[in-house]
């Protein structure tokens, strides 16, 4: 059984940083990223990385804004965003596939975590 648990979520004004984390127990596994999602629209990918190799990879909007990082020894995905803007308010999910390579279709993940909430005002 695998089981994500974010944390780190929260209010922010346009321009802070916040810093997700992803806390993962269970089997190995070999891709993790970190989907968004807000009323009324479908998960959209935001970050993902090959557990083994490293190897990254982000949607457009958040580029140079966001950085998606591992702690291999403490089992421990996540993604600092700084810059942010109002239009990255979301629920933030944790997500994780056994697969090695990063997909950007919710689809294609095998496990969720809760979501974490996080509102940035303008």
């Known amino acids: 059984q695998v089981q994500l648990v974010e944390s780190g979520g929260g209010l922010v004004q346009a321009g802070d940083s916040l810093r997700l984390s992803c806390a993962a127990s269970g089997r190995t596994l070999y891709t993790m990223g970190w989907f968004r999602q807000t009323p009324g629209k479908e998960r959209e990918f935001v970050a993902g990385?090959?557990?083994?190799?490293?190897?990254?990879a982000y949607q457009d909007s958040v580029k140079g804004r966001f950085t998606i990082t591992r702690d291999n020894a403490k089992n421990t995905l996540s993604l600092q965003m700084d810059g942010l803007k109002p239009e990255d308010t979301a629920v933030y999910y944790c997500?994780?596939?056994?697969?090695?390579?990063?997909?950007?279709?919710?689809?294609?993940?095998?496990?969720w975590g809760q979501g974490t909430q996080v509102t940035v005002s303008s």
């Open positions: 990385m090959r557990w083994l190799g490293g190897n990254t």
């Open positions: 997500a994780a596939r056994r697969t090695n390579s990063v997909r950007t279709s919710s689809s294609e993940y095998d496990y």
